[in-house]
């Protein structure tokens, strides 16, 4: 005797006549384990949009692309890549490949061991745009390193409070070059060793980080950058309260010459949706305050070679806006996201600051970059002409 059709089997035989089956169960499958290790994804990211910047390198807009990946490889072993695409508007111009991030990490219960290349920023400095002074404002580096996480916890006198610390680590990482390929020699003499102390607790409803990072250069390439045999210093504090967030940060880019490579940046953002009826999602706002202005700083705007051609630097500050609707979910996965950001940073404390004459070699490109959005550079021609960035595109 024939088995009468399910409910569901006149459906789905029905889907299919129109042609509709595959599309609703590709919407509706999830994800699956990967061909190549048949462990299963844990993040798989596609981005696409378009971007048009104005600042001390002219203007340049054009689409971009971005692919983010993780993936589980054997019980706590991840593996992390991201790399991103920009092509000009030009219909002659070749498109730029970037690889952002190529790593692979051991992720245990007493340490963390990770290498490749990785976003160090977010990791150095709370800070979004300044920051990461300990490796002169570069954050996509390659590195190795060793985490060893802790926890702390403690009672408030004459309080029924309680401070929590969910998580704490000390870590050591070696970073082998911070220049451009341009610059780049493979002998070791580039490379900083990084070791940073980071204490994470909570208060209640607020959680704190605190940042203490110490970096020396394995040889004296510079007399007041970060790659050098006397040492970097920075420190930092950052505090999250519901909506808010804000940092203060005090870095040190020489320990040899302290009064002219100290810096004081802080800043706050917020979650804004309620204010601006779902409009931005987040607006962080910036500064950045000279502490020791050198004549002879060159990654501050002073000429060593020439001092009658040198700068001092001033007090700049940075603007971001940014927004995202929808969801990210099995059956909507796109999501649009737009924003913005200006600046009137021309460069201090980072390679970018360095101009032909400043310093005993060719400078031209391959020491390295400012800051970045949205993955490209950021610098205003001076710090009366702002630099400005505008971005849009779908994420899924």
């Given at each position: 005797m024939t088995a009468k059709p399910t409910i569901k089997q006149v459906f789905l035989a029905i889907l299919s006549a129109l042609g509709m089956r595959a599309h609703l169960c590709a919407l509706e499958s999830v994800t699956h384990a990967s061909p190549l290790t048949g462990m299963a994804v844990t993040r798989q990211d596609y981005l696409v949009g378009y971007e048009w910047r104005q600042d001390a390198d002219g203007t340049e807009y054009g689409p971009y692309i971005v692919f983010d990946f993780r993936q589980k490889l054997f019980r706590d072993f991840t593996a992390d890549v991201s790399t991103r695409i920009f092509k000009t508007a030009s219909s002659d111009d070749g498109a730029s490949l970037y690889l952002e991030t190529a790593a692979v990490a051991y992720v245990g219960s007493w340490c963390t061991v990770a290498g490749g290349r990785r976003n160090l920023?977010?990791?150095?400095?709370?800070?979004?745009?300044?920051?990461?002074?300990?490796?002169?404002?570069?954050?996509?580096?390659?590195?190795?390193?060793?985490?060893?996480?802790?926890?702390?916890?403690?009672?408030?006198?004459?309080?029924?409070?309680?401070?929590?610390?969910?998580?704490?680590?000390?870590?050591?990482?070696?970073?082998?070059?911070?220049?451009?390929?341009?610059?780049?020699?493979?002998?070791?003499?580039?490379?900083?060793?990084l070791a940073q102390l980071k204490v994470k607790f909570r208060l209640r409803e607020s959680s704190s980080d605190l940042f203490f990072n110490y970096a020396f250069g394995l040889d004296g390439y510079f007399v007041n950058g970060s790659p050098n045999t006397s040492g970097a210093l920075e420190v930092c504090y950052a505090l999250h309260s519901g909506p808010w967030a804000c940092f203060v940060d005090y870095g040190i880019q020489s320990l040899a010459q302290v009064s002219g490579t100290s810096v004081l940046p802080a800043g706050a953002s917020v979650d804004a949706q309620k204010w601006t009826w779902g409009f931005l999602k987040t607006l962080e706002i910036e500064g950045q305050l000279p502490l020791g202005p050198d004549r002879a700083n060159p990654f501050t705007g002073g000429n060593p070679q020439n001092l009658s051609l040198a700068q001092t630097p001033q007090v700049c500050w940075f603007v971001g806006l940014r927004n995202r609707l929808g969801e990210k979910t099995p059956n909507a996965p796109l999501r649009l996201f737009y924003g913005g950001a200006l600046t009137n940073s021309v460069g201090d404390y980072t390679y970018a600051r360095l101009v032909e004459g400043s310093i005993n070699q060719p400078v031209g490109k391959g020491f390295g970059e400012g800051p970045k959005i949205e993955g490209l550079t950021l610098r205003a021609a001076n710090y009366l002409a702002p630099a400005g960035i505008i971005y849009a595109g779908y994420e899924f």
């Open positions: 920023g977010d990791f150095l400095s709370p800070g979004s745009f300044f920051g990461a002074y300990t490796t002169m404002g570069e954050r996509q580096l390659d590195s190795v390193g060793l985490s060893l996480p802790f926890r702390l916890s403690a009672d408030l006198p004459d309080s029924e409070s309680q401070v929590s610390s969910p998580y704490n680590a000390v870590t050591f990482l070696y970073v082998p070059n911070l220049f451009e390929a341009d610059k780049t020699q493979f002998d070791g003499r580039q490379g900083v060793v």
